[in-house]
T-cell receptor, first 111, second 115 residues
Framework: AQSVSQHNHHVILSEAASLELGCNYSYGGTVNLFWYVQYPGQHLQLLLKYFSGDPLVKGIKGFEAEFIKSKFSFNLRKPSVQWSDTAEYFCAVNHGQNFVFGPGTRLSVLP | KAGVTQTPRYLIKTRGQQVTLSCSPISGHRSVSWYQQTPGQGLQFLFEYFSETQRNKGNFPGRFSGRQFSNSRSEMNVSTLELGDSALYLC??????????????FGNGTRLTVT
């Protein structure tokens, strides 16, 4: 069965620190990859997506993610986090008829 | 554009009862998908409806069902409720490429508590 893992349950950073959230999936075929974010009190929203082409994708609010097919990874990065990035981040993968989310990583940015 | 609207926001039911949740997608979106979010299992895909037909389905028992109307509004039904069905149920709409190939626009969810 396809699964999606996220390396960290909770990440705590100070403002201006660099961020990398790991995401790995288990399926080896063609996949579409997503990162969604849920800010406190708000609904889930799309950060960025990868369908094909350049494996380095840029999303909103300065986030980017790199698809490394050989490592089955789609890690999310941001060079300098802000307090407003405090949220829960979900990696998601689809293939075939199913859509699988990772367990989520809670990011807390300290002012 | 108005966002995805889910009703009701909160619901309390008893074991064995059934429940119906409603979702109105963003205008023009024909795909509606449903998700269950719990602390233990995280976000799990239930199913997707497109043009009144179920197009994709996750790994949930038959007690979980849905339908979609001609105006793209969707309902999800859970029969014979169990305590483990307590969760936040999220609905998302997306464009014609569907839930698996398009960005999802989520609603705020319906919080179901089964006692």
């Amino acid at each position: 069965a396809q699964s999606v893992s996220q390396h960290n349950h909770h990440v705590i950073l100070s403002e201006a620190a660099s961020l990398e959230l790991g995401c790995n999936y288990s399926y080896g075929g063609t996949v579409n990859l997503f990162w969604y974010v849920q800010y406190p009190g708000q609904h889930l929203q799309l950060l960025l997506k990868y369908f094909s082409g350049d494996p380095l994708v840029k999303g909103i609010k300065g986030f980017e993610a790199e698809f490394i097919k050989s490592k089955f990874s789609f890690n999310l990065r941001k060079p300098s986090v802000q307090w407003s990035d405090t949220a829960e981040y979900f990696c998601a993968v689809n293939h075939g008829q199913n859509f699988v989310f990772g367990p989520g990583t809670r990011l807390s940015v300290l002012p | 554009k108005a966002g995805v609207t889910q009703t009701p926001r909160y619901l309390i039911k008893t074991r064995g009862q059934q429940v119906t949740l409603s979702c109105s997608p963003i205008s023009g979106h024909r795909s509606v998908s449903w998700y269950q979010q719990t602390p233990g299992q995280g976000l799990q895909f239930l199913f997707e409806y497109f043009s009144e037909t179920q197009r994709n389905k996750g790994n949930f028992p038959g007690r979980f069902s849905g339908r979609q109307f001609s105006n793209s509004r969707s309902e999800m039904n859970v029969s014979t409720l169990e305590l483990g069905d307590s969760a936040l149920y999220l609905c998302a709409s997306s464009g014609d490429k569907g839930a698996l190939n398009s960005p999802l626009h989520f609603g705020n969810g319906t919080r179901l508590t089964v006692t």
